[in-house]
């Protein structure tokens, strides 16, 4: 009997994939070795739509050569993209997560993204710009399915103190992607011999998401049979009460220190997706060709993707704060893409580069510094975080109706008044929530090991209030 139980439970197909959502698991006291397999699994997922998000600049400025469209029709593009993150995170996506776990909605969201892939066959055999905008919403809602649950394991999967560390480090992993997408397509899709044939650079672009779909395909394959670790909201609650004592979290509608984390990552990522929307227009403005425009784009995707790194590095000094490396991080942006507005030439296109450069930690900070001591409300502020990425639906389309009327330089006003909005958040944590964040960057949870004792004690007073709770 024993030996039948344990050859089914070395079936993958057999084997039990979900976990209830109030259950404490072990991973609520994951060490730092004990959660690198996981991490560096899902981080593999940053490359992909770090590689879809690269194509989606360079696709929006071709689209508008090859297709004839306006900046602000090709908008639309971005708009398709981002709705979907507007639509399924706080929604579908969500409800997945929270009933099913991490490895469910990671199968999910592949599954839809490769079927978003698929789609660009059509698409691209008929020149269609309606058929790409519908295969980048369901591509959109693969990746915002992923995002939902990627995002947020990485920023609890594992010690609570290297928390903006593994997430900054997955996502210079997706700037990679985003840089390499550019080079690919000003070479493959869009060289010079294609230029005075639109329809042979949309057919190539076909074939690159085909491949795409089947390299989804194989992932999901992993995700089922390689062992993922299942964080709960129990886990997290247990956490959050061993990080700052026993203390009432307080139910969803005043985690007000999440709602503004929110806010600026919806200002923020619309501000970052425009400009890198327009980046190629924008140098056109500043006398480079479409070639190496996209290749410029590629240089700043590039220094976006290293300042990752070097912020991932800086993070592990004690001194560099997160609160403080986003205030000054987003702080540089506003300053960098002030200085391209106002000047010309090779000037302007080095300042836009540096805002690129500088976007690099903001995101990855915002996202982990808003869960802070969400407790048994993770996922569902993961999924509101994730879902703040609709900003990019709603600031290029303002960006494109200004370049439309004027011109690229003038429109960067867009993504400086991106910038202003979202820096209420860095404020808010340096000055009234300095404490709960730096508690949780202080934290041995997950580096000293609770005695035997306590840890027993601890799960059977988190099970008491489950069990309580679900009376």
Not at 44 to 57: E, I, Q, S
Not at 311 to 330: E, S
Not at 402 to 426: C, E, K, N, Q, W
Request: net charge neutral.
């Amino acid at each position: 009997m024993h030996h039948h139980e344990r050859s089914r439970m070395g079936r993958p197909w057999s084997r039990k994939v979900t976990i209830r959502d109030d259950t404490v698991t072990s991973a609520a006291h994951l060490t730092l070795r004990q959660s690198l397999l996981p991490n560096l699994l899902v981080t593999t997922l940053f490359f992909l739509w770090g590689f879809a998000y690269g194509l989606l600049d360079v696709l929006n400025s071709h689209f508008q050569h090859h297709l004839s469209i306006t900046p602000t029709l090709s908008a639309l593009l971005s708009t398709a993209y981002f709705g979907a993150y507007f639509l399924l995170p706080p929604t579908l996506s969500s409800f997945i997560l929270r009933s099913y776990g991490f490895r469910v909605t990671f199968m999910t969201g592949l599954a839809i993204f490769s079927i978003g892939c698929l789609l660009f066959w059509p698409s691209g055999v008929y020149s269609s710009f309606g058929g790409f905008c519908g295969s980048m919403f369901v591509v959109g809602a693969g990746l915002a399915t992923l995002e939902t649950a990627a995002d947020p394991f990485l920023s609890i999967c594992g010690p609570p103190r290297y928390s903006e560390i593994r997430l900054n480090l997955a996502q210079a992993v997706q700037g990679v992607g985003s840089f390499v997408a550019p080079l690919l397509a000003s070479r493959v899709f869009f060289g010079k011999g294609l230029e005075e044939q639109g329809g042979e650079g949309l057919k190539n672009v076909q074939w690159v998401y085909l491949g795409v779909a089947g390299f989804d395909v194989l992932l999901v394959a992993l995700f089922w049979v390689v062992p993922m670790v299942e964080v709960t909201d129990a886990d997290m609650g247990l956490q959050e009460s061993q990080i700052d004592g026993p203390r009432e979290v307080g139910p969803f509608r005043r985690q007000y220190n999440l709602f503004l984390a929110v806010w600026s990552q919806f200002c923020y990522v619309g501000a970052q997706v425009a400009v890198a929307n327009y980046f190629i227009n924008f140098c056109e403005e500043a006398g480079r060709d479409r070639a190496t425009s996209s290749d410029l784009l590629a240089v700043g995707q590039g220094l976006y993707a290293f300042n990752r790194f070097v912020a991932g590095g800086l993070l592990t000094i004690p001194a560099f704060k997160p609160r403080y490396m986003l205030a000054a991080y987003l702080g540089l942006c506003f300053v960098f893409v002030t200085a391209a507005m106002n000047t010309a030439g090779a000037t302007s296109i080095a300042m836009l580069m540096l805002v690129l450069c500088f976007e690099s930690c903001c995101f990855a900070t915002i996202f982990t510094l808003g869960l802070r001591g969400l407790g048994r409300h993770t996922k569902m502020g993961g999924s509101l975080l994730v879902a703040a990425i609709s900003g990019g639906m709603v600031f290029p389309p303002m960006m494109g109706a200004v370049v439309s009327a004027r011109d690229a330089h003038t429109a960067m006003a867009i993504p400086m008044m991106g910038y202003i909005l979202a820096f209420v958040y860095p404020v808010y944590v340096n000055i009234w929530k300095k404490d709960v964040m730096d508690s949780h960057r202080e934290t041995t949870v997950g580096i000293e090991k609770p005695a035997v004792g306590e840890k027993a004690l601890q799960l059977e007073e988190q099970r008491s209030k489950t069990a309580e709770g679900a009376c």
